[in-house]
């Protein structure tokens, strides 16, 4: 789970500052004011650890990714390619990473792990991505247990390996330079060749991968839906970027039970997508059956409100449409994944909205085989109704103030700055921005002046009618 992030000279930001990642968090901001970013950021990021170039220090996409960026010109700030893209990141993970140290015989262990680097073109020809430095340093109760890394030490692109509150020990060997990392973040099998005592990195490197394996994204715009669903059998890694594989995940995950908080019942990932379809007050009931024995195909069956009648879900509201990939990734998600969705809320009309909240803050509390799932929400929104709910629930104390951190993107300053939302415990905004979700006390104040201006226009052309 992330716990810190930040961005500079990526896209529209010249620095995001320091963001509080919490179990919950949120993105608001006008449209093109940058907080689409952040997420393509990190999902540039998960494409990259999960490319099989591993001399490839970023991989900005193609057609079947998740995101597209383009050239290192087209995603840097001010599309100057002299500026470095920084960025630093803090994790946490489940089991305690332990080594020891093969020299000394010292022992190192950490709950979380920061990581920083400074990416940017080299100065030759060619103007290749080059990592001009990254380090990690492993932390236990936020205390520094070590730090290790890597920095260009020469223009001739050769690295050296650096380290604090650690002691490197060189082999007896002859030394040829570091000329190479892996992608942004990995450490050179050299580099372990030469040392005695490095061979601890390539967990670190492992670490790293596994974190960005973690993250699992949903875009905008769901896909359209289908009468009949082919599903061979298989179980698909999530809904997919536009919840394309939404029916093959729930046909998937039917044997697996989740409970949505401490001694709550547990319920098949089926029943809990019908009860908050419910409970959003978009369906009466929901079920995905088979067609025949014979066939592998499936027809998903809705009972909307009011209605006796069972329809096909491509007969329903477009939102229903829309949010059941965002549930179905919500819950069918293994333990300890990041979902970054965007504007989930979308095509919802707003009582839903509100509702969607609360499903979050069961998604974040749900437990599978007795254990917390420990799900991290990532969310770009433009919903004041999804934000109104999770205010009330921090007032009424449903959900941690902790768990929830917010931030707005103001593009009134030059350059951009990313806000964080002052929530106290009460649930109050204490900062709230100007115009945040438009100007409603305007909106009322201009209607009530124009309707007072129409009545005494009426009272000048009917004397009569005033009374």
């Not at 490095?198 to 596994?210: D, G, I, P, S, T």
């Not at 298989?234 to 093959?248: D, K, L, R, W």
């Not at 007795?370 to 921090?394: C, K, M, Y």
Request: proline fraction near 4%; charge should be negative; hydrophobic fraction near 35%.
């Amino acid at each position: 789970m992330f716990k810190q992030l930040r961005i500079q000279n990526f896209k529209g930001w010249k620095d995001t500052g320091s963001i509080r990642m919490a179990p919950i968090t949120l993105f608001f901001g006008a449209n093109s004011s940058g907080k689409s970013s952040i997420g393509q950021f990190l999902m540039m990021l998960k494409q990259t650890a999960e490319s099989p170039d591993r001399k490839a220090v970023f991989y900005p996409g193609g057609r079947n990714s998740a995101v597209q960026l383009g050239s290192y010109r087209e995603m840097v700030f001010h599309r100057n390619s002299e500026n470095k893209i920084v960025f630093e990141y803090e994790w946490s993970f489940d089991k305690t990473l332990t080594f020891k140290d093969p020299v000394s015989g010292k022992s190192y262990s950490g709950d979380a792990l920061d990581f920083d680097a400074v990416i940017g073109l080299s100065k030759g020809r060619q103007h290749t991505l080059k990592v001009e430095k990254f380090e990690y340093r492993l932390l236990e109760n936020e205390e520094q247990s070590l730090a290790i890394g890597l920095r260009k030490k020469t223009e001739k692109q050769e690295y050296e390996v650096t380290a604090e509150k650690y002691d490197l020990v060189r082999k007896k060997m002859r030394a040829w330079a570091l000329k190479e990392t892996v992608r942004f973040y990995g450490f050179p099998d050299e580099a372990v060749a030469y040392y005695q005592n490095v061979a601890f990195v390539q967990e670190l490197n492992l670490e790293q991968e596994k974190l960005f394996q973690s993250i699992y994204y949903l875009g905008p715009l769901r896909t359209k839906t289908d009468r009949l669903y082919t599903w061979a059998g298989i179980t698909p890694e999530s809904v997919g970027f536009s919840g394309e594989n939404t029916v093959a995940a729930i046909l998937a995950s039917r044997d697996r039970k989740i409970s949505l908080g401490y001694r709550k019942t547990n319920k098949l990932i089926e029943e809990i997508l019908a009860l908050k379809l419910t409970e959003m007050g978009l369906i009466e009931e929901f079920t995905v059956e088979q067609i025949s024995d014979q066939r592998q195909e499936y027809e998903v069956k809705l009972r909307t409100k009011g209605s006796n009648d069972w329809v096909d879900l491509p007969d329903v509201g477009f939102g229903i449409s829309q949010v059941l990939p965002v549930l179905g990734q919500c819950f069918y998600a293994p333990p300890g994944s990041i979902i970054l969705m965007e504007q989930p809320e979308i095509h919802l009309h707003p009582s839903a909205q509100s509702a969607l909240a609360d499903v979050m803050i069961d998604v974040i509390n749900s437990k599978e085989n007795g254990a917390d799932r420990n799900i991290q929400l990532i969310i770009e929104t433009h919903s004041e109704h999804f934000l109104r709910r999770l205010q009330r629930r921090i007032a009424d104390d449903t959900v941690s103030q902790d768990n929830v951190s917010a931030y707005f993107a103001n593009i009134t300053k030059t350059p951009a700055t990313l806000e964080p939302l002052q929530i106290d415990i009460f649930g109050n905004i204490n900062n709230w921005p100007e115009n945040f979700f438009g100007n409603e006390m305007g909106d009322i104040t201009e209607q009530a002046k124009a309707a007072m201006k129409k009545r005494i226009q009426q009272n000048v052309e009917n004397p009569g009618t005033s009374e």
